[in-house]
């Protein structure tokens, strides 16, 4: 990628290399999001495949936002190699979701338990697509981890740090909450202070039992998880 200037803003212009990455990393997004709208399930592509600021080594993340039975979704995926099924869980206060871990560096993860506003507006802040945006191949802006925001262009993004702009901008340029910026500039910024932390559950699920089962085992030993189950 090369660096350039564009109204006074960072403007990265990709390379053929990358287009290449890019375009590789999204076949595998559309193939995987087609055969769960097959099977009658909306899905978001968020993130660096969603902007288009993608690494070689970059994840495909795909959501489902909002709680379907993870057998569905297993059916869904049958053909695809599943290499690990698993419970996650940021924060004890954030939702718990069911990540399956398949090939090509490939996340399809949903919720376990019924999601607030502000956690559906995480995937709009790092910037997501529908099923008919990414069909159309599209690309949204975001922010990432760095604490950038990335707004695409013909040639490749703008870059632009949300400390030099105020949190309304950010706000109206990603359609989220004044709330949901502040916050999540809070998080980031105190993950670079001290460094990624720890999240609060990771749980391998076993082969022999399902995401919801394995959740209750998981409840009976931990207050925590009961409470944000409501059980």
Same mark, same amino acid.
């Given at each position: 990628m090369k660096v350039a200037t564009y109204e006074g803003k960072g403007e990265v212009v990709y390379t053929e290399e990358h287009w290449e990455i890019f375009k590789d990393k999204r076949r595998r997004a559309k193939e995987i999001t087609k055969r769960l709208k097959e099977f009658g399930i909306d899905s978001l592509v968020y993130g660096s495949v969603a902007r288009g600021d993608v690494k070689r080594n970059s994840d495909i993340d795909i959501f489902i936002p909002y709680q379907i039975p993870s057998y569905k979704i297993e059916i869904a995926l049958d053909g695809f190699e599943i290499v690990e099924r698993r419970i996650i869980q940021a924060t004890p206060n954030y939702a718990i979701k069911g990540e399956f871990v398949l090939t090509d560096s490939t996340i399809v993860s949903f919720p376990l338990v019924k999601m607030k506003e502000n956690e559906l507006d995480f995937y709009r802040f790092g910037g997501c697509l529908g099923y008919d945006g990414l069909m159309e191949d599209k690309r949204v802006a975001g922010v990432d981890k760095r604490l #950038?925001?990335? #707004?695409?262009? %013909?040639?490749?993004?703008? %870059?632009i740090p949300i400390k030099d702009v105020q949190p309304s901008y950010v706000a109206k340029t990603l359609g989220v909450r004044l709330e949901i910026v502040k916050e999540r500039m809070r998080v980031l910024e105190r993950r670079r202070e001290i460094g990624r932390t720890g999240i609060f559950l990771y749980k391998?699920?076993?082969?022999?039992?399902?995401?919801e089962a394995y959740l209750m085992e #998981?409840?009976?030993e931990n207050p925590m998880v009961r409470k944000r189950l409501n059980i």
């Open positions: #950038i925001l990335i #707004i695409p262009t %013909e040639n490749g993004h703008l %870059e391998v699920v076993p082969s022999f039992t399902s995401f #998981i409840a009976k």
